[in-house]
């Protein structure tokens, strides 16, 4: 575990930083930091930069001062969240280039860290309970927890994915004592969609493959489909989970098109398929149940690459 304030002691200059396409769990714990770090030296300049969040968070405090334009500003320290590598910060990679000092705090898959003080727990629930337990319990307020509390319910999937630990109940025990309405945090940004969302997912499930016998299933949006409904990333979210949530099935694939024959690709696994391994043949990363990656190639040699790995661990484990 790293020690936050030695960390922050001698930095009168602060940046928290976290992945491209930030989620609930980057966006609440960058926002929990910098709210405990500024409530403890209210005297230094914490910057929260994140390109691109999601205006569905926008009710944690701290989120409309986010820096949301690529910066090259020096800091003293430079704290990335939630990224098993520097790359996926995206356009503040010289943020954190140019920083005297840096630090990464992680529950992702990473064996070797990049920063100059590393914390990387991968069978941590999230990088938000991370960030509690360097927290003094009695500096938390209610900002601070329901940031906290968000990135909780994100990474867990309201607390039934297999990272959820006993630890990590314990927490959102505690959470839940300070004055926030955690029940309308789950409804509005985890269960709740738009009209366009409703569509999309419809149409993703329609048409949808299963094959492996029933154990794994695949769904692509197309740049034209998304063109045609409107749609963004933004508006893709959960859809590999409910995938997952086909009876009989071990892996969910789900892919949409970000360029000419490229793919953003979704993973996610019920018991015997660790996508992680998946996508770390790839060149991507993540949990065991849950993991992305990027990948070139026509929708059926993607397909056909991406089962090879995922027929094989799934027989292996058969046998075991």
Not at 141 to 167: E, K, P, W
Not at 242 to 268: D, H, N, P, W
Not at 269 to 281: L, M
Not at 293 to 307: C, E, I, R, W
Request: charged share 25%; with cysteine.
């Amino acid at each position: 575990m790293i020690n936050l304030k030695e960390l922050c002691e001698n930095a009168d200059t602060i940046a928290i930083s976290g992945h491209v396409r930030p989620d609930g769990d980057c966006i609440g714990s960058s926002l929990g930091l910098s709210n405990y770090l500024k409530k403890l030296y209210p005297q230094k300049r914490i910057t929260v930069y994140l390109i691109d969040p999601n205006p569905l968070f926008s009710f944690l405090k701290g989120f409309d001062e986010i820096v949301r334009v690529p910066a090259s500003d020096v800091s003293d320290l430079f704290i990335a969240l939630d990224l098993s590598e520097k790359q996926r910060l995206g356009d503040n990679y010289m943020l954190f280039e140019n920083a005297k000092n840096t630090a990464c705090i992680d529950h992702h898959i990473n064996e070797t860290g990049f920063s100059k003080n590393d914390w990387i727990v991968p069978d941590c629930s999230s990088t938000a309970e991370l960030i509690y337990n360097l927290m003094d319990e009695e500096v938390i307020d209610t900002d601070i927890a329901q940031c906290i509390y968000m990135g909780l319910v994100h990474d867990t999937g309201v607390f039934q994915y297999s990272c959820t630990h006993r630890s990590t109940m314990e927490i959102a025990g505690k959470l839940i004592e300070y004055d926030f309405d955690h029940y309308k945090i789950i409804e509005k940004t985890f269960f709740q969609k738009s009209y366009i969302q409703n569509q999309i997912l419809g149409r993703a499930l329609l048409e949808s493959i299963m094959f492996m016998d029933g154990k794994c299933i695949v769904s692509v949006i197309d740049r034209k489909t998304m063109d045609f409904y409107g749609a963004t990333s933004k508006d893709l979210e959960g859809i590999a989970n409910q995938l997952r949530y086909t009876r009989g099935v071990e892996c969910a694939i789900f892919m949409y098109e970000i360029g000419t024959q490229e793919y953003k690709i979704s993973l996610r696994s019920s018991e015997k398929i660790n996508v992680a391994a998946v996508a770390k043949a790839f060149g991507g990363g993540g949990h065991e149940r849950a993991a992305g990656l990027t990948m070139a190639g026509s929708y059926h040699d993607v397909v056909n690459n991406l089962s090879k790995i995922i027929e094989k661990q799934y027989r292996d484990n058969e046998e075991k």
